[in-house]
């Protein structure tokens, strides 16, 4: 059987180069174009210093693109949705990684991102691309979209709960997340200056970030709430000293008095068999829950829970590595999935440990 | 005047050293002894490094101290409570910085430390050494306890919402702590070992942090709970990537709607006259909030605060060095009011940026 | 064709965990066991935590060993030497990664590692084993020694320089290493406390490093200087903030004066076909030189160079991960040599960009 | 006495908000104006966020300068020289922290930096400011430059071998610099951004730095060589994951086999009575040799070294804090020699430790 042909806008950025890397690896898949609308004419390895000696492609030209069998759309957010259609006549299958298209509903969208959304008729058709939750949408699906790397690592970790009915409602979620450099792009800026950003603890987004509209959604959706979940959601976001990664500490407080054996089996049957999130809740050791730095480069979404009986309330813990589970890992497994492989494969990439 | 005369037991420690660092170039006082089991004829650099050339000081052992004016235990917790009462013919004025005196409830102290506490009869008399609750009463304290360095963090964060009756305790207190490796000590081990400690997010308590019962206490008091705060605390800590600095994130749920200005109103009032606290709060720029990182060396607590209106809902962010406001600054500002000095004394070094 | 059956023997340190992990997923190896002494009885997974869900293998005790067609040694330097006779009973090919066979000459080994060698009858066989200057030697060899870290990027840095004649021999050769902390191996201690270690630049060995011998070895081979290069060596290592990496910035200083394109032509003539050293020398950009946080995990090499014409002196720099290339990764390869593979095989991870 | 009026021009930057931060606290100067072309009407502490609630100071425009008793010029590299009349006109006592006036010798001048000088006939008046040095001149100069800060460690750390006449200079003088992030400034950029700077181990000047011209300039005179040392000076550049510091490694060779406490001497007379340099050399502990981490916020230098006998070799290691004893805090240890003050007036802090 012949490669898939994939190719890829906005291949200069943090994302688009993960992409480029997984893909180059990819078993099945063949790296047709990679478009940049900056960086025209030049290496990739211009930009993405790791894939010296591994490819000679050089950026194209954004207008220039052929034809393929799935685009991966690596754009600003805002950018792809108005393009969209466009794309659609370059692939029958779109990935697209910005935010344009993780919000089903044009409501939600313009509460937390502003204005009217540019390509309501679409919404409908955009699967929200994490398979964990839609594996047999993907299977169908000609547009999804990327997911949220905070909102990823958030709701993996909080769908047992949500999805076995164990979560008292009326009483606030509370969702910190901790999270490295990588995440706010390849672009330098005064936040991003190393003699300010090195060692920060960084309270970014106390209030208001824009993943909680998918934890609002998505776990709405396991909850029967089709408008999104009608809880109270608390999400901050903190910046740490770490360039790839993300810890998610999520508070939860329950509807019932539970003990320990509960979570196991609720996490157990939700997750036993997912290729890529791993249950991390030992009794001694260095690594006792999830930690993020060791999942570079992986797409592990790892996950913890602590119980605390007294005031019933579970402490989740959620990690990933941002540009894989994140963004590129979990799209590739995606793409995967929508075109029936081994949804492993170009992500068997351990980690590394020490690192 | 003649200088207070000042000894320390456990000098060997962080604290110990951040201690000797401060009193060596208080303007009132003088180190007459550095006690420490271990180190005892060694010269005081040989451990603190940064205090060649300044001091030509050995360690003394502990049972070779002689009265002096003021005497600061900073011993592993559970190693003072036992032998206070013969540290107190030393010294007309103690000041603990174990937690052995922080609980003035034995009851509370069975709960989060497991065991009677062994001198039960002393607790009473112990003035926990916050001088921005507790001033008043340092000035006649004989015995000081110093206080845990989140909860240092949390309480000052979170007094001003409690003192002014803001706070809905029916709805869970949730604190998330951030905090770096020098609080967890000198002695080296698994979970301090470089290669692994180094960028970590480590979730080590996620529930039942000790410092919990340190936050039910004080802020009880300031809602007239002499028992301790009745309400739900859900407190978590995380290690990162930092040697000195706790950035503490706590979620408030409020029993009204208000607007901003009346936070702006309750933290001016709480702290505007307080020399070591700072209201940080700005539109734009880097350091919008409290940031550990230029806090190293200074006994700063910076405040800042987000309101969630729709949720009624306050963050608070308050961040401190942990080694100085979260222990031997704040105990050098103790011992100030004890002695009726200037309590910025000793204390005006700025902390630097960039760092 | 049946598979490689690969043991390991001292897995629980940080050399054999990332052995484990690439023989894992080696596509012709079979790891049958893995030896520890104190881990004997637990998971593989409960030491080297990257390796969850991957692996069910448990430690076995060293004296459980059974045969196999290759055995790793990760032991401390000085532990194979004596027990080699064993070792190699139980294996036909033996890869020592201790430093106990990497000198051929038992009295370089008495001048810089002290004391008799253990086991002098067996210097002979021993083959240094790095495929880029032994790769025929490999493919014939039983014994084989592991490469020190700081050495082998030092020996490929400047091999191209000496085999050309270029190096004038009057003059020092000076090289300054900067290391990782993952390097001083899995064991706590106060070197390693992270309050100490974190951004730390620490002179731990300014003058006397062992790898040094190893540089005076393989360089005098390539002059001809069969008992070690008469030239003087000065090296010096300082530990830096990094967990794994290491950058050599060495001067060289010539005899005659050349331009840059002979460089060129020298490095690419050495080079140019190996599959896992890079020639890094750009104009622009931010990795216009090695970098070595870029190369972890991955097998690479990288070197550049730049000439000071006016002092006929070259700089070259050479930066790699110092547990793969400079240990595991290397070992894998020179397996792979030994046993007729494709060197590639199981190496091929690119390394990650941001990192 | 009325304290000094001190103003700085060029006060945005990091030793502009250095000097601003050290004259606040200052027990004789009194900041009268700080300027800033691109910050005027802002206050000192929206860029300099250590000094929030200890000043009210706000940015003037360069042209409303009045006159003052000192003028620091915080500029950069080529601003200040050609306006140096102006400037001179509003203080009789100005020091400049830029490379204008560092090198007396106008075609040294042309050599390393490229073109005329602007003001050649100045270049003789100016003191290159480094107390330890030029102690004399410094209490009659009326203009004054700054040191560079990789140049005042490494002059520091070999001026006592070069002043004993113990170097052999038909032999190359090696000098590697490990340097933090701080010292390329606050502009944001590229290699400053922190997913590419984090953990970076980056060679970005291996040869050819201008601080090298220093070097030649000032050893020169020690040697009695007006023309700049004669010997080859290979200076080569690292940036290390680090905020503040430098750490420089300077390998020397000998004209004479000599022994340690040959070094001790030489040592400990140029440097005994010296407030601010500190030999570190220790038998044991981390801190064995100097360690540029633990000097951050103060104005040592510490300086070790190592003697390789049998090569004849000596390497040098010294440290100091950048933007301290590389530029502001040795700029106001100049200013005290200039007005008959205590050397250490305002430059007491010792450093943290740990940190």
Redesign the interface.
């Known amino acids: 059987m012949s490669r898939i042909r994939a190719a890829i806008v906005g291949g200069s950025g ?1 994302t688009g ?1 993960e992409l480029a ?1 997984l893909l ?2 990819h078993p099945e898949v063949e790296i047709t174009q990679v478009a940049s609308g900056s960086r025209a004419g030049q290496f990739l390895h ?1 930009v ?7 490819t000679g492609i050089r950026f194209c030209r954004p207008e220039d693109l052929m034809p393929c069998d799935v685009l991966f759309l690596c754009l600003p957010h805002g950018a792809s949705a108005g393009m969209m259609e466009h794309y659609r006549t370059l692939a029958p299958r779109v990935i697209d990684l910005s935010a344009d298209f993780r919000l089903r509903s044009s409501t939600l969208y313009q509460r937390w991102y502003g204005g009217e959304h540019p390509a309501t008729h679409l919404l409908g058709e955009a699967v929200y691309g994490l398979p964990e939750l839609h594996r047999a949408e993907l299977s169908e699906a000609t547009l999804v979209s990327g997911t949220g790397c905070m909102a990823t690592a958030s709701i993996l970790g909080l769908a047992p709960l949500y999805r076995a009915g164990l979560v008292n409602e009326q ?2 979620l ?1 969702v ?1 997340a ?1 999270i ?3 995440a706010a792009g ?18 970014f987004q ?3 970030h824009r993943h909680s509209a998918e934890l609002i959604q998505e776990l709405g959706v396991l909850r029967g709430q089709p408008d999104g979940l009608t809880q ?1 959601v ?1 999400f ?1 976001a ?1 910046a ?6 993300i ?1 998610v ?1 999520a ?1 939860v ?1 329950l509807n019932e008095q539970i003990d320990e054996k509960v979570l196991w089996r609720v996490y157990r049957e939700a997750y036993g068999r997912e290729p890529f999130i ?1 249950i ?1 809740k ?1 009794r001694s ?3 006792r ?6 999942l ?3 797409n ?1 979404c ?1 996950i ?1 829970f ?3 009986a007294a ?1 019933r ?1 579970v ?1 989740v ?1 959620a ?1 990933l590595d941002n540009l894989m589970k994140g963004a590129a890992g979990n799209a590739v497994q995606a793409m995967n999935c929508m075109f029936g492989l081994d949804e492993t494969a170009g992500l ?8």
């Open positions: 943090y180069g890397r180059l690896f211009s993405h210093p790791n894939l010296r000696k591994l009483m606030p509370v910190e901790k490295g450099s990588s390849a672009a330098p800026g005064a936040s991003s200056h190393h003699p300010d950003r090195s060692g920060a603890v960084r309270s106390p209030t208001g109270s608390a901050s903190t740490v000293e770490l360039v790839r990664g810890l500490t508070h407080f791993r991390v030992e050791g260095v690594y829950y999830p930690e993020p730095k060791i570079a480069g992986s592990f790892d913890g602590e119980l605390d005031q309330r402490v813990m990690a068997l990439f351990p980690g590394l440990h020490p690192v």
